[in-house]
């Protein structure tokens, strides 16, 4: 036993969140296993040429569970890592909210992908909430154009063909490097470069998990791969860590 508290990356992915009713995208009742043709809602390409694919993607936010869902057993035990004093760093690839929404502190949670929450103008670049884009869309606007410069408005999110955001990017893979304990959990490790975080911290020596219903391709170079259901994993998780630093 130590009482020297070990630093914790956490990778989270869509998995986390389909136990608060918020269905992943590869997982068995994922939105593309279910529809492969929902991949061009979330690819830029589309999105920008195609005012249907815009008008499908506003209405499909208005729907999304991720408004009404609250946070499960697993982001609260990750909250509560934190609180007891460790070093926890959260790097998600989820666009709904719900690690902050359960205590982490929002500073320590990157979101690589962005936040379903914000809108932005592909031309001038000016942002502003989505709950003020939906309001548009309800009272008619079908794809609700920027109010400043007329151009494009879309999801403070990153879809498929744009890049992340260079300085959540480098703060990541920084927190990689440094870490002694890293888990990834609930997510297939098939996004790059998010999944790339696993082999930077298998490098710097981490000590790695991934805790995933399905295998992943990170899992030859894993230390453990937990397959049971996440809200139950990562609690277990979380005790046992809180054990051995004397806070069980
Ligand atoms: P993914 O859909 O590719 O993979 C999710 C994985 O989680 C699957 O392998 C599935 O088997 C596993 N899983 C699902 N529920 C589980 C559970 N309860 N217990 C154990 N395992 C479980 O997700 P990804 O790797 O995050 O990539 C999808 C992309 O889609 C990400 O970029 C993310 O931004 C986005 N996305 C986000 C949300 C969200 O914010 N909640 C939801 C859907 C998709």
């Known amino acids: ?26 997982g068995p009742q994922g939105v593309w296993t279910r529809d ?3 991949e061009k809602l979330f690819t830029y390409e589309h999105y920008m ?11 499909a936010r208005a729907d999304n569970a991720a408004w009404a869902a609250l946070p499960n057993a697993a982001h609260l035990a990750l909250a509560e890592l934190e609180r007891a004093g460790f070093p926890v760093r959260i790097i998600t690839q989820n666009i709904d909210g ?3 929404k359960a205590g982490s502190t929002p500073r320590k949670v990157l979101e690589l992908h962005g936040t379903m929450f914000t809108v932005r103008c592909m031309g001038c670049g000016e942002r502003g909430t989505m709950r003020e884009a939906l309001d548009r869309v309800a009272a008619g606007e079908p794809d609700p ?9 879309k999801a403070g999110t990153v879809m498929f063909g744009e890049n992340l955001d260079g300085e959540t990017l480098s703060q990541a893979g920084a927190i990689a490097k440094a870490c002694q304990v890293f888990w990834a959990i609930g997510t297939s490790l098939t996004v790059q470069p998010a999944a790339s975080l696993c ?22 170079i ?16 979380v005790r046992a860590l809180l054990a051995a630093h004397g806070n069980g």
């Open 222 to 237: 894993a230390d453990e791969v937990v397959r049971t259901p996440i809200s139950e994993a990562v609690p277990q998780l």
């Open 49 to 59: 040429a195609d005012p249907e694919v815009r008008r499908r993607s506003w209405l």
């Open 199 to 220: 082999a930077i911290a298998m490098t710097e020596g981490a000590h790695i998990t991934i805790v995933n219903a399905e295998p992943t391709p990170y899992d030859v």
């Open 1 to 26: 036993m130590t009482d020297r508290k070990p630093m914790i990356a956490v990778l989270t992915g869509a998995g986390i969140s389909t136990d608060s009713g918020i269905p992943d995208f590869r």
């Open 36 to 38: 492969p043709d929902a």
């Open 145 to 153: 154009a920027c109010l400043s410069c007329g151009g494009i408005l």
């Open 98 to 100: 719900l690690h902050q």
